[in-house]
């Protein structure tokens, strides 16, 4: 199943990073809304504005950047007229990324063992690891959720976010614009998540998914073929067996 192939694409939140997504985003709304209390006096008034600008995003059509998807309907929404102003917003966005954002790791539990060995093993073998994470957070956010593992974003030949990409998951062009950046084959590839629909959504493409279910997301009956599923555990002990 891993020998031959040459890239290994693993998503961040439930997989890598062993923490509940609906956990992490009740902290991440608390911490970003007290940002903005100008601009929404009620915390749950900022997080509607918030999803549906990320919602935006996430239909983005691939004519611009994740970021500019999610920033024009985010300006929209609360009306900024000029640029002065929009780039005041974004100013936040930054400030609260680059400041705030990483405090929010103390709320977790994180299991650094099984994901850090799983990486250091497969860069020993001189495997392409990609950071397919949905590309939703900015680059600084990324790197600083995927070092609360203890592994080093360095370590990854690419890693997706709002910066650089067109697309998000579960749209298949997500996937085909990853292996157009690693100029790499999709049978030469693996797929390792735990969304049954935005992970595996990837077999679309003929890349091969692995499923890890500690952390599982279902969204009902899976419509995409699965090569394997397991514990992120059992995925280690695999992995040693076959390469």
């Given amino acids: 199943m891993f020998k031959n ?3 290994f694409l693993f998503d961040l939140d439930g997989t890598l990073l062993t923490i ?3 956990q992490f985003l009740k902290y991440y709304f608390g911490a970003l809304s007290s940002k903005f209390e100008d601009l929404c006096k009620k915390q749950d008034d900022f997080i509607k504005l918030l999803m549906d600008s990320t919602e935006k995003m996430i239909k983005n059509d691939g004519s611009r950047s994740n970021q500019q998807a999610f920033m024009e309907a985010f300006m929209e929404k609360i009306e900024v007229k000029s640029k002065e102003e929009a780039a005041k917003i974004k100013e936040r966005f930054d400030q609260f990324y680059q400041n705030e954002f990483v405090a929010l790791e103390k709320h977790f539990e994180i299991d650094r063992e099984n994901p850090l060995e799983i990486i ?12 397919a ?3 939703l957070f900015p680059k600084e956010a990324v790197e600083k959720r995927l070092s609360w593992t203890g592994i080093n974003p360095a370590d990854f030949e690419l890693l ?7 697309y998000a998951k579960p749209n298949p062009n997500y996937y085909k614009e990853i292996l157009g950046k690693i ?3 999709p049978e030469n590839c693996l797929m390792i998540g735990n969304d049954l629909k935005e992970d595996a959504v990837a077999a679309d493409l003929g890349i091969a998914t692995l499923i890890i279910e500690d952390k599982l997301i279902e969204r009902g009956a899976c419509d995409y073929p699965i090569e394997w599923r397991g514990s992120l555990r059992e995925f280690k002990e695999l992995l040693k067996k076959e390469i």
């Fill in 5 to 7: 192939k040459e890239a």
């Fill in 20 to 22: 509940e997504t609906d």
């Fill in 120 to 131: 250091e093993y497969l860069k020993n073998k001189d495997k392409k690891l990609v950071l």
């Fill in 133 to 135: 994470t949905n590309p």
């Fill in 160 to 166: 997706t976010h709002y910066e650089n990409m067109s």
């Fill in 183 to 185: 100029n790499v084959n």
